[in-house]
């Protein structure tokens, strides 16, 4: 499904260059659950993002179900984005001003949302126990229940992959496990799923774990 | 959800950033009003004044000694009354002069009673002006006469009164004036002429200047090298007083507004600017989000040039009314214009509503390419 051969990313930091990601290698197979583990600045949220087709890496390449990633225009890699691929971050990153429903409907492709993307979303809100709130705003709702929100737009348009960056890092263990539960679903669905984080709630659904420390990948 | 439905929701939640973008656009739209509306007043002002002060230019023979002219009034030399039609030949939008009328003015004495004898000939203005006569229209066979006159001939509106050998009816009720028209005697051009044994002559053309220039700028100069191209013959005197002093306010406001406009727009352009890179700055992560959710740089940008948009439109409504009704409200106590003056002017208010959302638009435009432009990763990466 995704395969990354020999990938670097570099950045400018202070005026001295830093690696966050070097000669990454691995394959994920549609299907399945990786967890990549590693402690804080090794380079999970980096390889994320250069996973979902949001950060051109230095160098190496990043294929999707058999394309090369960054040799799309943005615009293809933005629509690859919309229809197959689904974010799920800590900070949760909701739009503060539209409800949870409108929150949920922002991944909608398209200009226009069809009767069948406010049902689906609708559904979504009552599967993640939001549909009471679906009124409320982001700020309303507490930790736990946002990230079931980013959880829910993530799942909207039925993407292939779900690229979750620490999804249960502000939560306490009782919505952490609820999360996982979510993504665990999704996962037995068919979905493809590769959850980064410095814990081990994910560990027991995961297929596989893999090792990052400096940008390197230590164990696979 | 659409983009409309997405820019009212952010608006309806950062409402101090929307408001105060709104203020500035609509100061800058209620100063451009009220500057305009205005001027336009003051135009119209300035063009009532004129009117009423009379003609202020005065060509007459170039023979005429100005001492004698003075003293008498009028001059005692005449010239053809064809000069009157040359000169009318040449009236355009490109002369400095209008409202031509040949006269000539002569003492006249009637049974006993020394009287001034005054011919006037129909106005010629520049052609599709649609300007109004400044005389007064003086039907065939008729007269005004002055009051004095009135008094000492024993005459009344609708009399009849003999010139001459001539028999006329008297067309006005003299009313005295205090000025010389009292002993003033109003005929057509043709009728005086044949009272005086002048047929095809005038001794005066009257005009108005219409470059509203002020003494130290020299008009004179400008209206004497242009008329005397035309008319070599005649020497142009200038009354100067109150139109000076209109020239002098005009030149003052468009002084005032040449440094205020500019000012306002570029004052108005940094404000929503800095206000719309302040809310680029609120929104990076939504920003990185939308991204992240494959939405476009066209839809990104779209969002803050389209709330700036709509925020323009919003305040060209607000700023024109507000703006109309400061002047009407307090422009003849703070300005040199009478309130019949001021007239409320819906052509303008219509292309303020059309160019204000352009102008917002255009301010925000470099903070919304800073939002396009934003590399997403660096927000999502900043957890």
């Not at chain 1, 226009?112 to 406010?118: D, F, I, V």
């Not at chain 2, 001021?342 to 903070?367: D, G, K, Y």
Request: charge should be positive.
């Amino acid at each position: 499904m995704i395969r990354c051969d020999e990938v670097t990313k570099k950045f400018r930091k202070n005026g001295s260059e830093v690696t966050s990601l070097d000669r990454f290698s691995a394959e994920v197979v549609e299907g399945e659950f990786v967890a990549v583990h590693g402690p804080s600045g090794s380079g999970k949220t980096t390889l994320l993002l250069t996973l979902g087709g949001m950060q051109r890496p230095s160098a190496g390449t990043v294929q999707f179900g058999g394309r090369n990633l960054y040799a799309l225009s943005p615009a293809d890699r933005a629509r690859l984005r919309s229809s197959e691929i689904g974010f799920v971050f800590q900070m949760f990153h909701l739009v503060p001003y539209l409800d949870l429903l409108g929150n949920v409907l922002l991944a909608a492709p398209g200009k226009k949302l069809g009767q069948a993307q406010r049902q689906r979303a609708a559904a979504l809100l009552d599967e993640l126990g939001l549909a009471k709130r679906a009124t409320h705003r982001p700020g309303e709702l507490s930790a736990g229940e946002r990230q079931r929100l980013a959880v829910a737009r993530a799942l909207l348009n039925r993407p292939k992959l779900i690229l979750a960056d620490e999804p249960t890092g502000n939560l306490d263990p009782e919505n952490a496990a609820e999360v996982i539960r979510h993504l665990a679903e999704f996962h037995r669905a068919g979905g493809t799923v590769v959850l980064v984080t410095h814990g081990s709630a994910a560990d027991t659904q995961a297929d596989r774990i893999l090792r990052l420390e400096q940008g390197r990948l230590l164990a696979n | 959800m659409s983009i409309w439905s997405h820019i009212f929701r952010e608006i309806g939640f950062r409402k101090i950033n929307a408001l105060f973008s709104l203020l500035g656009l609509t100061l800058a739209v209620t100063v451009v009003v009220a500057s305009q509306l205005l001027a336009e007043a003051d135009e119209r002002e300035t063009r009532r004044v004129t009117r009423d002060m009379g003609f202020n230019l005065r060509l007459i023979p170039a023979e005429t000694d100005l001492g004698q002219f003075y003293r008498d009034g009028f001059s005692r030399h005449a010239m053809d009354s064809a000069m009157l039609d040359r000169l009318a030949t040449h009236l355009t939008n490109n002369v400095s002069f209008n409202h031509l009328v040949g006269s000539l003015r002569r003492e006249y004495t009637i049974n006993g009673q020394d009287i001034l004898l005054v011919g006037l000939s129909e106005t010629y203005v520049v052609p599709g002006q649609g300007k109004k006569s400044m005389g007064f229209d003086i039907k065939k066979n008729t007269i005004h006469i002055g009051s004095e006159i009135a008094r000492m001939q024993e005459k009344k509106r609708d009399d009849t009164m003999h010139v001459g050998v001539r028999q006329f009816t008297v067309a006005n009720d003299p009313i005295e004036t205090g000025t010389p028209d009292d002993i003033t005697i109003f005929a057509r051009l043709e009728d005086a002429q044949a009272v005086l044994g002048l047929a095809g002559k005038i001794n005066e053309i009257e005009a108005i200047d219409c470059l509203c220039l002020t003494a130290d700028q020299d008009p004179l100069a400008i209206l004497r090298k242009e008329i005397g191209g035309i008319l070599p013959e005649v020497q142009v005197v200038q009354k100067r007083t109150l139109a000076d002093a209109r020239a002098k306010q005009r030149q003052t406001r468009e002084k005032v507004n040449q440094f205020v406009l500019p000012s306002v727009m570029v004052a108005s352009v940094v404000w929503v600017a800095l206000l719309a890179v302040l809310n680029v700055r609120d929104r990076r992560q939504e920003i990185g989000v939308l991204r992240a959710l494959g939405k476009g740089g066209g839809r990104i940008a779209g969002l803050f040039l389209g709330k700036a948009a709509l925020l323009g439109l919003a305040a060209a409504t607000v700023g024109a009314v507000l703006g109309t009704w400061a002047v009407l409200e307090f422009g003849p106590s703070l300005f040199p214009v009478t309130k019949k003056a001021i007239q409320a002017n819906p052509t303008l208010a219509w292309q303020l509503v059309v160019a204000t959302p352009v102008f917002a638009a255009f301010a925000s435009f470099i903070p919304a390419m800073l939002a396009v432009s934003h590399d997403p990763a660096e927000t999502l990466r900043e957890d």
